[in-house]
């Protein structure tokens, strides 16, 4: 039986860069990690090791530093400068996908004055893009990781499937808290304000965790989805995994302590982990953009 070659890629993964731009009054920084893979006519280094058409990891690194001299502005544009680079300077490489996270910081406020060059992380997510490119078509990706967010009421969950296993107590009011993860894909790659469109799907996503009463953390994603897609035509189909991270009501009966809903564990795992994608009925076909 013969074997083939299949399916692979190659680049350099989380390149960590962090630009400052020097405005005369204050600065500016970008914090991201940068991560390329190409593919295409790629076989002969992995059939023979002949490296001929092998673009070195260690130059994809160098080109992620020197395009940010130029300045980097929204990851999507960085991202989409990158791949197509990658594919139009090398007749090899077919397709290149570069995804990025952008770290946040936040201008430090000293004595209600905003400080013209100090930082400090935030705490409230990550903001990331996926682009990728053909040679002829673009796709773009955006997204969020990590953005943490709690309702202290308005969730319940009951009326599920109960066998012989099930001993999870019916729900009528209870803690909803999940790390969302989200990524929605633009109808074409085409020039925009990618900054404001991530500010919109943002706003979207927690407004709608925040206003909907949930029957369950499947029913609030969708209408986490369906919120930025309403919100914002360009967006075609976007994908969310919310982990539910439970929070317990303790047992404080054995103190004589009543728990009107106020003192919880919150167990890191495991935790019910819930997906699901929301897309538009015309969404173009996702091609090459996941
Ligand atoms: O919102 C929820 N969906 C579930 O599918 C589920 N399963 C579970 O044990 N708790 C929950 N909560």
Do not use: C
């Not at 404001?196 to 925040?210: C, D, I, Q």
């Amino acid at each position: 039986m013969g074997i083939v070659l299949g399916p692979n890629q190659y680049g350099k993964a989380e390149v960590r860069l962090v630009r400052i731009d020097r405005g005369a009054a204050e600065h500016r920084i970008t914090d991201l990690n940068v991560s390329v893979a190409l593919s295409g006519d790629l076989a002969d280094t992995h059939l023979t090791g002949d490296n001929a058409k092998v673009l070195p990891t260690d130059s994809q690194k160098n080109t992620v530093y020197a395009f940010a001299r130029d300045g980097i502005g929204e990851i999507e544009d960085f991202g989409l400068r990158l791949a197509r680079h990658f594919v139009d300077s090398q007749p090899a490489v077919h397709r290149a996908r570069v995804r990025l996270e952008q770290y946040g910081w936040q201008r430090t406020t000293v004595d209600g004055q905003p400080a013209s060059h100090s930082f400090h992380r935030t705490g409230d997510g990550t903001r990331t893009a996926t682009i990728t490119y053909d040679g002829g078509t673009a796709w773009v990706v955006s997204g969020l990781a990590d953005l943490t967010v709690l309702n202290s009421t308005g969730s319940e969950f009951w009326g599920y499937v109960k066998d012989e296993y099930t001993t999870l107590p019916e729900a009528k009011d209870r803690i909803l808290a999940t790390a969302v993860s989200a990524h929605w894909r633009h109808r074409d790659a085409g020039e925009r304000d990618w900054g404001e469109s991530h500010r919109l799907a943002r706003a979207a996503l927690l407004a709608a965790f925040a206003d909907t009463h949930s029957l369950s953390l499947q029913q609030t994603l969708h209408a986490m989805g369906s919120r930025v897609l309403s919100g914002q035509p360009d967006v075609v189909e976007i994908r969310l995994a919310l982990p539910n991270k439970h929070h317990f009501l303790v047992d404080l009966s054995p103190f004589g302590l009543d728990n009107p809903g106020e003192v919880f564990f919150a167990a890191d795992r495991p935790y019910g982990l819930i997906e699901g994608s929301a897309l538009r009925e015309d969404a173009p076909p996702p091609g090459e953009a996941w």
